[in-house]
């Protein structure tokens, strides 16, 4: 045994040479202006979006490159202005968003319904689970060529495929926020006497606000982008048969129908103009109305700290 | 002190009149057949897709419904197994998920470049936060008209869309899952002398994990639907291509047996990848190491 001991290494003593007198820097020291400057986050991002804006700019007109196929960002801004001021491009983003208001209201409605039924009875959660599963991988705007034969070319069949997209991941993530509401918070809402409606409204739904903003969240991003896909589908409809656009004739389409109808004029700057007003519709929604939701529910209730 | 007292209410004392002897109930008793049967998850799910497909078939042969219009389960089934067998839908499928596996893999691609410079240096978080803000509002399907022009009619428009719709989802969830991983992570990382790339493989992707997943998740399911809108447009703009083009023009045809089951191939699709792909992803790695239950 004691073969195997392990020798410890000694260290021999030392000692070192003198130390010299330490340069000691500035312990504190007030930031630069420029240092303060770039520590602000927003700046940073404006600048960003200013190099790129610049970089666009220089590269669309020192580079060879066809105005049609890729406008400066000059033409684009240009673009923009005179749609919003002459060309009523305010109505385009209007007649998308009251499209899709209207698909969300009654998607949300019968969202609800599906998942009330769901939470009342066994054969209503198993009819919700067997449907969100089946529809919620199908793409809603695959149903848009069934609807156009069904509705016609018009407002009609987008809404219905509008309805598809928001119902499924609605009902499905409100559905298992449901499921996943504490016992104990269930037993509180019994011991009060609550059942059906009263019971949901006051336990389950506060419980599993979370997961309810999420699907909200999600539905609203699958409308959003099921929209103007379903107006770019117009688009090609109606150039495929050049027929006349009836209902969407004039300046009557959604934003999607903007973008498709001038890249088919090929007015290229007005395709941009179209896109940073989708850009700005998504922003504001996203940012202004979902984010303030989120702050003065979760947040507020210390349900989600991000 | 004694004025303020309260008199306490005390209950008389009673005796309760003699218990009669309970009647035999099951206190313990086999549940019927019928109940073992109906309490596997399994079998109810399956009765009610059952039941879905009587309704439909019996209402679109008892209703007055126009073939053309609403076509029979029966015949929709007939069509997937006709074209299953002649191979038709399985090259349509191909041809969609050739082009969706080519834009998803260069979307996380470049979205891993994009993330390596960001968690590199601070400008490349800006420029990623920045970029990420701007573009993931944009419905990828409306840059299809750009991409028509620069690219043409084919698969690079689609695959640049399919890109499109990957590349800001899984950036910015990805993005968001590297912010929050724990200092006392990040410090064993650097104590261990990590730095750039392999910091970001061995410390942040594991401990970020979840949420990767859940963007690689919502970059599937937007890049599934641009692609098969994208065959629409494309339809509509007499190109060809896979599913979407199919469901588009037999649509256009009237051929409406052929809608219903190219639908159904795209709903097995989505189901095996989101159920079979990812769900087993999971199990495997955010289950396995208990960061998700």
Same mark, same amino acid.
């Given at each position: 045994?004691?073969?195997?001991?392990?020798?410890?290494?000694?260290?021999?003593? @030392?000692?070192?040479?003198?130390?010299?007198?330490?340069?000691?820097?500035?312990?504190?020291?007030?930031?630069?202006?420029?240092?303060?400057?770039?520590?602000?986050?927003?700046?940073?991002? @404006?600048?960003?979006?200013?190099?790129?804006?610049? $970089?666009?700019?220089?590269?669309?007109?020192?580079?060879?490159?066809?105005?049609?196929?890729?406008?400066?960002?000059?033409?684009?801004?240009?673009?923009?202005?005179?749609?919003?001021?002459?060309?009523?491009?305010?109505?385009?983003?209007?007649?998308?968003?009251?499209?899709?208001?209207?698909?969300? $209201?009654?998607?949300?409605?019968?969202?609800?319904?599906?998942?009330?039924?769901?939470?009342?009875?066994?054969?209503?959660?198993?009819?919700?689970?067997? %449907?969100?599963?089946?529809?919620?991988?199908?793409?809603?705007?695959?149903? %848009?060529?069934?609807?156009?034969?069904?509705?016609?070319? =018009?407002?009609?069949?987008?809404?219905?495929?509008?309805?598809?997209?928001?119902?499924?991941?609605?009902?499905?993530?409100?559905?298992?926020? @449901?499921?996943?509401?504490?016992?104990?918070?269930?037993?509180?809402?019994?011991?009060?006497?609550?059942?059906?409606?009263?019971?949901?409204?006051?336990?389950?739904?506060?419980?599993?606000?979370?997961?309810?903003?999420? =699907?909200?969240?999600?539905?609203?991003?699958?409308?959003?982008?099921?929209?103007?896909?379903?107006? %770019?589908?117009?688009?090609?409809?109606?150039?495929?048969?050049? =027929?006349?656009?009836?209902?969407?004739?004039?300046?009557? =389409?959604?934003?999607?129908?903007?973008?498709?109808?001038?890249?088919?004029?090929?007015?290229?700057?007005?395709?941009? $103009?179209?896109? @940073?007003?989708?850009?700005?519709?998504?922003?504001?929604?996203?940012?202004?109305?979902?984010?303030?939701?989120?702050?003065?529910?979760?947040?507020?209730?210390?349900?989600?700290?991000? | 002190?004694?004025?303020?007292?309260?008199?306490?209410?005390?209950?008389?004392?009673?005796?309760?009149?003699? #218990?009669?002897? *309970?009647?035999?109930?099951?206190?313990?008793?086999?549940?019927?057949?019928?109940?073992?049967?109906?309490?596997?998850?399994?079998?109810?799910?399956?009765?009610?897709? #059952?039941?879905?497909?009587?309704? /439909?078939?019996?209402?679109?042969?008892?209703?007055?419904?126009?073939?053309?219009?609403?076509?029979?389960?029966?015949?929709?089934?007939?069509?997937?197994?006709?074209?299953?067998?002649?191979?038709?839908?399985?090259?349509?499928? /191909?041809?969609?998920?050739?082009?969706?596996?080519?834009?998803?893999? *260069?979307?996380?691609?470049?979205?891993? *470049?994009? #993330?390596?410079?960001?968690?590199?240096?601070?400008?490349?978080?800006?420029?990623?936060?920045?970029?990420?803000?701007?573009?993931?509002?944009?419905?990828?399907?409306?840059?299809?008209?750009?991409?028509?022009? /620069?690219?043409?009619?084919?698969?690079?428009?689609?695959?640049?869309?399919?890109?499109?719709?990957?590349? /800001?989802?899984?950036?910015?969830?990805?993005?968001?899952?590297?912010?929050?991983?724990?200092?006392?992570?990040?410090?064993?990382?650097?104590?261990?002398?990590?730095?750039?790339?392999?910091?970001?493989?061995?410390?942040?992707?594991?401990?970020?994990?979840?949420?990767?997943?859940?963007?690689?998740?919502?970059?599937?399911?937007?890049?599934?639907?641009?692609?098969?809108?994208?065959?629409?447009?494309?339809?509509?703009?007499?190109?060809?291509?896979?599913?979407?083009?199919?469901?588009?023009?037999?649509?256009?045809?009237?051929?409406?047996?052929?809608?219903?089951?190219? #639908?159904?191939?795209?709903?097995?699709?989505?189901?095996?990848?989101?159920?079979?792909?990812?769900?087993?992803?999971?199990?495997?790695?955010?289950?396995?190491?208990?960061?998700?239950?």
């Amino acid at each position: 045994m004691s073969d195997h001991a392990v020798q410890p290494y000694l260290r021999e003593e @030392f000692e070192g040479d003198e130390i010299g007198e330490a340069v000691v820097g500035d312990v504190e020291r007030r930031l630069s202006v420029w240092e303060r400057i770039s520590n602000i986050d927003a700046v940073r991002k @404006f600048s960003v979006l200013i190099t790129l804006v610049v $970089a666009w700019e220089l590269y669309s007109r020192i580079g060879d490159i066809n105005e049609l196929m890729f406008p400066t960002f000059s033409a684009t801004g240009t673009a923009l202005y005179s749609a919003l001021v002459y060309e009523g491009l305010m109505t385009n983003v209007w007649n998308s968003l009251s499209l899709l208001l209207m698909g969300y $209201a009654i998607g949300v409605g019968i969202a609800a319904v599906l998942v009330v039924f769901g939470v009342w009875t066994r054969f209503g959660s198993d009819l919700l689970t067997t %449907l969100t599963a089946m529809l919620n991988p199908l793409p809603a705007i695959a149903l %848009l060529p069934m609807a156009m034969l069904w509705f016609g070319l =018009g407002p009609a069949a987008i809404v219905f495929t509008l309805l598809h997209s928001i119902i499924w991941p609605v009902a499905l993530n409100t559905h298992s926020g @449901f499921m996943g509401v504490s016992e104990t918070q269930r037993m509180v809402g019994r011991n009060y006497g609550l059942r059906g409606l009263p019971y949901i409204y006051k336990i389950l739904i506060p419980a599993a606000f979370p997961s309810i903003l999420t =699907g909200l969240r999600i539905g609203w991003a699958f409308a959003w982008r099921t929209l103007i896909a379903a107006e %770019l589908v117009f688009g090609g409809q109606v150039a495929d048969t050049s =027929g006349q656009l009836g209902a969407e004739g004039g300046n009557a =389409g959604g934003l999607g129908w903007i973008i498709f109808q001038n890249q088919m004029e090929n007015q290229t700057p007005y395709v941009f $103009a179209g896109l @940073f007003a989708v850009i700005l519709v998504g922003i504001i929604l996203e940012n202004g109305i979902f984010r303030n939701i989120e702050d003065r529910t979760i947040r507020r209730w210390g349900m989600q700290v991000a | 002190m004694t004025d303020t007292t309260t008199d306490i209410y005390i209950r008389p004392e009673f005796e309760v009149s003699k #218990l009669e002897t *309970a009647t035999n109930v099951d206190v313990e008793r086999r549940l019927s057949l019928i109940e073992r049967i109906s309490n596997i998850n399994a079998v109810r799910k399956f009765t009610i897709l #059952l039941g879905l497909v009587a309704i /439909w078939e019996i209402y679109t042969r008892i209703g007055d419904v126009e073939p053309l219009l609403f076509p029979t389960f029966s015949d929709s089934a007939v069509v997937l197994w006709e074209t299953l067998l002649s191979g038709l839908m399985l090259e349509k499928v /191909w041809v969609s998920l050739y082009v969706l596996v080519l834009g998803y893999i *260069a979307g996380v691609v470049l979205a891993a *470049a994009f #993330l390596v410079f960001a968690v590199m240096s601070r400008i490349g978080s800006d420029f990623l936060s920045t970029m990420t803000a701007m573009f993931q509002p944009l419905p990828a399907i409306s840059l299809l008209p750009l991409a028509m022009l /620069w690219f043409g009619l084919g698969v690079p428009s689609l695959v640049f869309v399919t890109i499109h719709s990957v590349l /800001w989802a899984v950036a910015l969830s990805t993005h968001t899952g590297f912010m929050q991983v724990s200092e006392t992570l990040r410090m064993v990382g650097r104590n261990y002398g990590l730095r750039g790339i392999p910091y970001v493989f061995m410390i942040l992707v594991p401990a970020a994990f979840a949420s990767i997943l859940t963007g690689l998740k919502v970059g599937w399911a937007f890049a599934w639907r641009t692609l098969i809108g994208a065959e629409l447009v494309f339809g509509a703009a007499s190109g060809e291509g896979g599913l979407g083009w199919m469901i588009y023009e037999k649509g256009d045809n009237l051929d409406t047996p052929y809608v219903f089951a190219a #639908l159904f191939a795209v709903i097995v699709i989505g189901l095996i990848v989101e159920n079979l792909i990812f769900r087993n992803v999971e199990i495997s790695t955010v289950q396995k190491w208990g960061m998700q239950r």
